[in-house]
């Protein structure tokens, strides 16, 4: 047997020696679950607080903004076009709507951009420079 060959069989018979170690013994399969990823996770609190603190019921008339993340008329008429749900203005109030709204666009951008996307939620134009100042806050 070649020196290689005994070093693979030592290394599997280690392995196999410290997996038999730590392995129930009475047979049972042991599945351990982690916490779910969850990258725009500060960047929804960050959002939340700056838009309503936190009300999910929160409406401005001026805007016609709904909700959690305040969410305009014309982004829900972009979000059913792109998914071909068919949400109302209304279904804003609901968080878990609204989340799913906002992690759809934040997703387009990626987890890792959070000025991107907070710019690209609020809109246009240089108040959007203020409103990421705002966030940056709450991160």
Not at 12 to 36: C, D, E, Q, W, Y
Not at 62 to 70: I, K, L, P, T
Not at 75 to 96: A, E, H, K, P
């Amino acid at each position: 047997m070649s020196e290689y060959l005994k070093k693979i069989v030592l290394v599997a018979f280690l392995l196999l020696s410290a997996l038999t170690a730590f392995a129930p013994t009475n047979g049972a399969l042991v599945i351990l679950t982690t916490a779910p990823e969850e990258p725009f996770k500060k960047l929804i609190y960050a959002i939340g607080m700056v838009e309503t603190k936190f009300d999910t019921l929160s409406y401005n008339p001026v805007e016609e903004a709904a909700g959690y993340f305040q969410i305009r008329p014309i982004r829900v008429l972009d979000y059913n076009q792109r998914t071909g749900s068919r949400y109302s203005l209304n279904d804003m109030f609901d968080y878990n709507i609204s989340e799913k709204v906002f992690l759809y666009y934040a997703s387009q951008i990626g987890p890792y951009n959070f000025e991107r996307i907070a710019k690209n939620w609020n809109g246009s134009g240089k108040i959007t420079i203020e409103y990421w100042d705002q966030v940056k806050k709450h991160l």
